[in-house]
């Protein structure tokens, strides 16, 4: 996707906006024009990055615990909490993610070093080559979506999902 500088076309946003302009005419209907615009931006980039995991044999969870594990550094394991604390995920949830990962021998569960009762996650080795594999991937694919924007304006649309992310969540416990 080239970098476009010309002014976009009009998109169904804009005739929903007139549409809606024109009935409710005392009702300001830029907030959806935003918001609508993000919703539907995000859906497309859902299915794009959903796509290449796939080509891995992934689902976006699958992906997700992965790379939490992958990103942990050696020995490249977390407990079932830790991995919901970094992907927002609940642990029940998580639960059943591991247990599709470790059908697939792609992480093990063992002991932890420091407390018997605790239990880790561990990426294998087919399971580190398949995350490096899906990560080197899927940072391809997002520099491929990004390069529809200049380097100027994406600069500047994560300064302002920054700002409205920071208005709206609470910040990390952890860095």
Same mark, same amino acid.
């Given at each position: ?46 299915? &794009?990055?959903?796509?290449?995991? &796939? ?114 969540? &609470? ?5």
């Amino acid at each position: 996707m080239p970098a476009s500088r010309t002014s976009p076309t009009p998109d169904r946003l804009d005739l929903v906006g007139a549409a809606w302009r024109a009935e409710r005419p005392d009702l300001d209907v830029r907030p959806q024009q935003v918001i609508g615009r993000l919703h539907r931006v995000a859906n497309h980039l859902t299915a &794009e990055l959903v796509a290449v995991y &796939e080509r891995h044999g992934l689902s976006e969870g699958d992906f997700d615990v992965l790379a939490t594990l992958r990103r942990a550094g050696a020995p490249y394991a977390r407990s079932c909490g830790d991995i919901a604390a970094h992907t927002l995920v609940t642990s029940g949830g998580v639960t059943k993610r591991v247990d599709r990962l470790e059908r697939a021998g792609l992480v093990t569960r063992r002991v932890a070093d420091d407390d018997a009762r605790a239990r880790l996650v561990e990426l294998t080795p087919r399971g580190r080559e398949v995350i490096d594999a899906a990560f080197t991937d899927h940072m391809a694919n997002e520099h491929r979506l990004l390069d529809a924007l200049t380097p100027q304006d994406a600069d500047t649309l994560e300064r302002i999902l920054r700002t409205w992310l920071a208005a709206l969540e &609470e910040p990390p416990a952890t860095a």
